[in-house]
């Protein structure tokens, strides 16, 4: 476990780039959630918007992305949670609301790590000895992440 632990925002695409195709989003949730539990075996609290803005936009009754709920929720959460955390994992991929994510931690002098590997903890070797899922060659997709 890491000596300070930080509350980290994982940013990266979720709608962008699949045409509002839910099994294109559910990929790309999953590509985001893929780096959660090394951050949190790290001794880190992950948080991905989605995690939050989904039950609501059930719950506020949104029938698809980018109708007005969906607008209501979405993006401002993500600006609410940065609020609360102490960093942002932008993972690649073209996003506009991750890059907003990333303009607002850098405004709010926020760290900002480019790969899970600087996060501390989350390197080639953690404090355990283990070695990490990028250092085991393991794709997001990896059944055992």
């Known amino acids: 476990m890491s000596a300070q632990s930080l509350m980290i925002l994982i940013a990266g695409p979720y709608r962008s780039g699949t045409g509002d195709d839910p099994k294109l989003m559910a990929r790309n949730l999953r590509t985001l959630e893929s780096v959660a539990l090394p951050i949190y075996r790290a001794g880190h609290i992950p948080l991905i918007g989605e995690w939050l803005a989904l039950p609501l936009l059930r719950e506020a009754g949104s029938k698809h992305p ?6 209501e929720i979405l993006y401002p959460i993500a ?5 609360r ?6 993972l690649p991929g073209a996003s506009k609301g991750a890059d907003q994510d990333v303009r607002l931690a850098k405004e709010r002098g926020l760290q ?5 590997a600087e996060i501390p903890g989350c390197g080639p070797k953690n404090e355990q ?15 055992r992440l």
């Open 112 to 116: 900002v790590f480019e790969s899970l």
């Open 129 to 143: 000895g283990g070695t990490d899922w990028q250092s085991q060659n393991l794709t997001p997709e990896d059944p």
């Open 85 to 90: 955390c102490d960093a942002v994992l932008r």
């Open 66 to 71: 980018g109708d007005a709920i969906y607008d």
């Open 79 to 83: 600006n609410r949670l940065l609020g």
